[in-house]
């Protein structure tokens, strides 16, 4: 039933994976897309993540930084799936204790992780409890004990006694008759005189849990040495490919948990019973550190983390969604000697924001500009966002930067909608060949408005001024688009058709950075308003934000962060003033330390 299950260090080494029979798809694809989509990006509030037709629940265990991960086919309902991946981790958790304690990237590769037979029994015990389970509610109501039952006690009640449970208050005497009473079905077997067949089962399973306690708890074990990537990813196919692209991924995180092993390490070595300092770091442990965090004792920092990201105008959403994430990564983390929980919690949260403003892609517009300029075409970007959120404005600075920077620009005025609107960019094409005379560019203006006046049709617009830029040989077409509430059914169409239609390079979106949680609903009804209205397969969504107003904010940054989480893509300007020079690339450490400012 289950697709893949693979356990995996954070620092990139995979100890031990599993493939279903008959799975053939490689598992390598679905994992990194959750590491990329999800760990890597701070999103890991929530435990599972679909990937084409696949399932993939996770689970982080913090205390050993390990990541669990099992997939299997989205159409499946697994419903023991959850508790299987907790039982697989403390079952992994404690017969590799020892092992894994030895942190360290050579240490693991060292180790051998022979999980196969364990995980097996823990799969069999999920499916066949999930098989009782369903069968359970599939039995007649004449097969059940509650309708003998009922009979019984119907006769039994008509003699005036009633039969009390074995140790009730008024039965004393089956208690004194104890285990030998032949009323009950009591069993005699080896060891086991008196013991209902439920009991008898019960104390098997313990005498069962035990030996197998025992038997892991044996050190060291001596294991037939393996050859390293075979038993890593011994499952046929490329296995030296698909472990390095796994581990490059995972490299990233890597990095970011450098810090943690050193604290965690101090941390381990005073836990050690052996040695000279055992004793002394023993005690120090129960007094300044090594505490493993729970969410309880994350939960009133969190609230304030919350509330604190809330004030600095993050949306409500993002801010809860931020801190769960955060709780997640932190839980069952050991913390390091003379630190406290709120400054643990505060790094994390530092960590992941920093994290979430890092652009995932690569934006290089003039590096782009060349490559179309090379394909003899005009690279076109399109703007959009809600009313007076400074479109035009960036529009224009935006002109300005490309022309600094030696490409020619085409203004396409497709807000054929508000009154003045043409006329604004007119107004700015002016002035920019102020600033740039055509008679420095050979006699060429560098920048031109493509414009029909009013009440015309956006889109058609749009194509005939790429079609005139690709002629005019212009680099750049930079489409103006009317404001639009993003309830607005008839506009947000309007807009998903020019960019369907019209397949620009980029498409900005351009939002205040004084918004807050208005933020959300704008970017999530953009979006979805352009997948709507898409004729492809893979629609073009938001590529890019521009980020305006930033100088009128102070410290209340939180716009950047509800933007970015929900679009997962970057901000590629920030608007920071009126003139053409106020734009700017975004920073992404000094929004984070303007935003845990208290
Ligand atoms: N302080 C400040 N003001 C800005 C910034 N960007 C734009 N503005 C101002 O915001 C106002 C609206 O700008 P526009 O460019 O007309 O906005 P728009 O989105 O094109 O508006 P519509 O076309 O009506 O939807 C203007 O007064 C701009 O000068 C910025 O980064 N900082
Ligand atoms: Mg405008």
Redesign the pocket.
Known sequence: MLDFFTIFSKGGIVLWCFQGAGVTESFTGPVNALIRSVILQERSGNNSYTHEALSLKYKLDNEFELIFVVGFQKILTLTYVDKFIDDIQLHFRDRYKNDLEQKGALKLIQNNFDFDDDFKMLLREAEESSKARSHATMRTFKESEKSQKTVKSMIETKGGEKVKEPGGKKNKNTKKEGKSSSSGPKVVENGNQGLTPEEIIQKKREEFILKRTMVHSKSPKPQKPKEKQMRVWDMGGSSTKEYAIVTKNLACLALRFTMNHCLALFVDFSSKKAGGFGGMFGMLKGLVGSKSLTREDMESVLEKMREHLIAKNVAADISSQLCDSVAKKLEGKVMGTFTTVASTVKQALQDSLVQILQPKRRVDILRDVMEAQSQRRPFVITFC???????????AKISFWLIENGFTVLIAAC?TF?AG?VE?LRTHQRRLNSLHPPQQHGGRPVVQLYEKGYGKDAAGIAMEAIAYARNQAFDVVLV?T??RMQDNAPLMTALAKLIAVNMPDLVLF?GEALVGNEAVDQLVKFNQALADHSMSDKPRLIDGIVL?????IDDKVGAAISMTYITGQPIVFV????TYN?LRSLNARAVVSALMKA
Do not use: E, I
């Open positions: 966002g809600v009313n007076g959120v400074g479109k035009s404005t960036n529009l807000d508000r609107a604004q103006d009317a404001g351009v305006t107003k930033f100088d009128t608007g920071t003033g009126q106020d």
